[in-house]
């Protein structure tokens, strides 16, 4: 197919897909002992599945084809090495914009120094062609936590109390001193300047960029584009008339309740990403706000 336009999509684990609730997909942490033993741990997220066939994107254009890079819990310090990438190759010009979905920051991932991102993330559907493929115009490419593209991401779940799967709170005894760091200068600035590398690789080749915040967030913790347009969308997170009314309901959101003893805070409640009902309403969020600039 011949389409119109040819879009780069940047956002994190909401943008990889849809999820459906799955009580058997437990993920354990390794946890040394005092005794210097090693103990197998239920950490109390996990419990949901991902589809990567429906992710929001695929309610945006259909005359469009998209290239998308999700980074669970990763941030602009991924999205940034993934632009300089293509930059540094001659691909980054074949896009007509960006569209770059944010969440809170920073989200300080470190990935192999000798990795590229063609280790760093692989793309889930090709191994869905002729079976059941998704949308024909999405190319999704996904980290996958590989020995050969491993990221770690330094503060995400500690600095900002991140519901990353759960409802938890930390326990580390260091709490308050992570979350100064997380929030301190230093973060800021590699957070800024990699936005500013970003902002810089598509100034140059005029490649407009499009923001599109997932929810309202503290603004000393959220990159800054010199030429990124925010789209007008109500925020996907929370509450109130200037949401798209779709957080923390099980119609639109996997929800469910979980052993209290699992929990690191006592509370069983899972929450987790958006289900494909969920995906449709932000998808058609996104395309309407982006037609008033095509």
């Not at 429906?54 to 310090?77: M, N, R």
């Not at 959220?222 to 798209?244: C, K, R, S």
Request: hydrophobic share 30%; net charge neutral.
């Amino acid at each position: 197919m011949n389409y119109r336009k040819r879009i780069l999509v940047l956002g994190c684990s909401f943008s990889a897909g849809s999820y459906i609730w799955d009580d058997s997909n437990v993920l354990y942490h390794y946890v040394k002992q005092p005794d210097g033993t090693t103990k197998k741990i239920d950490s109390g997220v996990g419990r949901e599945q991902i589809v990567w066939q429906t992710p929001w994107i695929k309610w945006l254009d259909p005359q469009y084809h998209y290239t998308v890079y999700a980074c669970p819990g990763g941030g602009i310090v991924q999205h940034s090495r993934v632009v300089e990438e293509l930059y540094q190759e001659g691909l980054l010009e074949q896009y007509d914009y960006v569209l770059y979905q944010t969440t809170f920051e920073p989200r300080l991932c470190f990935t192999d120094p000798g990795s590229n991102r063609h280790q760093i993330y692989e793309n889930p559907m090709d191994g869905l062609r002729g079976s059941d493929p998704g949308p024909d115009n999405i190319d999704m490419y996904i980290t996958q936590g590989s020995e050969k593209g491993r990221i770690i991401n330094f503060l995400n779940s500690y600095g900002n109390n991140a519901n990353l799967g759960g409802n938890f709170a930390i326990k580390s005894e260091d709490g308050e001193w992570v979350r100064r760091l997380f929030s301190g200068m230093t973060n800021r600035h590699v957070m800024n300047s990699c936005a500013a590398l970003l902002n810089l690789r598509l100034k140059q080749l005029n490649i407009p960029l499009y923001i599109f915040k997932y929810g309202k967030f503290l603004e000393e913790n959220t990159p800054q584009f010199d030429d990124g347009i925010v789209l007008d969308v109500p925020y996907a997170w929370g509450e109130g008339a200037d949401t798209m009314g779709i957080w923390m309901k099980k119609r639109y959101q996997v929800l469910g309740w979980i052993d209290p003893e699992v929990s690191r805070d006592g509370s069983d409640l899972f929450v987790g990403h958006y289900k494909e009902s969920g995906n449709k309403i932000i998808g058609n969020h996104v395309r309407k706000a982006l037609r008033k600039y095509q």
